[in-house]
């Protein structure tokens, strides 16, 4: 069995960039990469391929794709175990497959780089998140995509930021990453709202101004739900900084579990971490 580990990753706001280059496609933005994230234990098999995401039997497309693209007619038995939920906003998809482009390339002898490629194709292919791989592949806290895709196209940077504890609240239903950016003129507001922040935070970035900027950007676009306004608008009155995580019925803060609960009470499911700079790696071979 081939195990690999991957960081979850928070898009607080973003830019879709379209290219007819799979791999200049993407999204400019800033996130957070978290400690918790994504393990995949991987095995070659006979007969069919088969995906277990947290216990359960899944179609697990992007998977799927990662393997199709990294060993073509290959099968494998891929148990995926997620410390976060999925649909909420937390990248865990592309942590996800990264983790099995890892073990993949561990077992075909492809490159780190094959393998990031790979799950970054997944991503956009299928219908995931535009940016989660390119943020992972950057071993900083808050990774800022200054230019769409994957090296030597896309590009990052870094402020030096980290959090020592980010507290996570989940308040409704996963969202599609797919349903929302099928939409264009939603699309558009996105983009309008999401290439000023991406600039001003690029120019002057701070903790502070991850939350403002992360704020603005959600309102401007209109993608934050009632529940997560409702939500935010209270941390805020009780002195919490906190925004929406993209896309998700989701928020991100750095106030304690305790601040959270006596701010909204029992409202969501309340997970906690802190960012990482550690990298996406292999943490057993077969």
Same mark, same amino acid.
């Given at each position: 069995?081939?195990?690999? +580990?991957?960081?979850?990753?928070?898009?607080? +706001?973003?830019?879709?960039?379209?290219?007819?280059?799979?791999?200049?496609?993407?999204? !400019?933005?800033?996130?957070?990469?978290? !400690?918790?994230?994504?393990?995949? %234990?991987?095995? =070659?098999?006979?007969?069919?391929?088969?995906? *277990?995401?947290?216990?359960?039997?899944?179609?697990?497309?992007?998977?799927?794709?990662?393997?199709?693209?990294?060993?073509?007619?290959?099968?494998?038995?891929?148990?995926?175990?997620?410390?976060?939920?999925?649909?909420?906003?937390?990248?865990?998809?592309?942590?996800?497959?990264?983790?099995?482009?890892?073990?993949?390339?561990?077992?075909?002898?492809? #490159? !780190?780089?094959?393998? +990031?490629?790979?799950?970054?194709?997944?991503?956009?292919?299928?219908?995931?998140?535009?940016?989660?791989?390119?943020?992972?592949? %950057?071993?900083?806290?808050?990774?800022?995509?200054?230019?769409?895709?994957?090296?030597?196209?896309? !590009?990052?940077?870094? *402020?030096?930021?980290?959090?020592?504890?980010?507290?996570?609240?989940?308040?409704?239903?996963?969202?599609?990453?797919?349903?929302?950016?099928?939409?264009?003129? *939603?699309?558009?507001?996105?983009?309008?709202?999401?290439?000023?922040?991406?600039? =001003?935070?690029? =120019?002057?970035?701070?903790?502070? *101004?991850?939350?403002?900027? #992360?704020?603005?950007?959600?309102?401007?676009?209109?993608?934050?739900?009632?529940?997560?306004?409702?939500?935010?608008?209270?941390?805020?009155?009780?002195?919490?900084?906190?925004?929406?995580?993209?896309?998700?019925?989701?928020?991100?803060?750095?106030?304690?579990?305790?601040?959270?609960?006596?701010?909204?009470?029992?409202?969501?499911?309340?997970?906690?971490? #802190?960012?990482?700079?550690?990298?996406?790696?292999?943490?057993?071979?077969?």
């Amino acid at each position: 069995m081939t195990s690999a +580990f991957c960081p979850a990753h928070i898009t607080c +706001f973003f830019s879709p960039v379209h290219s007819e280059n799979i791999l200049e496609k993407g999204s !400019r933005g800033a996130g957070i990469r978290l !400690r918790s994230g994504t393990t995949v %234990h991987l095995d =070659e098999i006979k007969g069919s391929t088969k995906v *277990r995401i947290d216990g359960k039997i899944a179609n697990a497309s992007i998977t799927r794709h990662v393997l199709e693209q990294m060993a073509p007619g290959r099968s494998f038995d891929v148990t995926v175990e997620c410390d976060l939920p999925i649909g909420q906003g937390f990248g865990m998809s592309a942590s996800g497959a990264v983790a099995a482009a890892l073990c993949l390339s561990e077992i075909t002898g492809k #490159s !780190r780089k094959e393998a +990031f490629e790979a799950a970054h194709t997944a991503e956009v292919v299928c219908g995931g998140g535009l940016g989660d791989v390119a943020g992972l592949m %950057h071993e900083g806290d808050v990774p800022i995509r200054t230019r769409a895709g994957m090296p030597p196209f896309g !590009r990052t940077a870094d *402020r030096g930021i980290a959090f020592e504890r980010m507290t996570l609240v989940v308040l409704g239903r996963k969202l599609s990453t797919a349903g929302v950016l099928g939409d264009a003129e *939603r699309v558009k507001r996105i983009c309008s709202a999401g290439d000023a922040v991406v600039d =001003e935070f690029s =120019e002057r970035g701070t903790k502070d *101004r991850l939350f403002e900027l #992360s704020g603005r950007f959600s309102a401007e676009a209109g993608i934050m739900g009632p529940a997560v306004a409702d939500a935010v608008k209270t941390m805020e009155k009780n002195g919490i900084r906190a925004s929406m995580c993209m896309l998700g019925n989701s928020i991100f803060t750095d106030a304690t579990e305790e601040e959270v609960r006596d701010a909204i009470g029992d409202r969501g499911r309340i997970f906690t971490t #802190s960012s990482t700079d550690g990298p996406a790696r292999i943490i057993r071979k077969a």
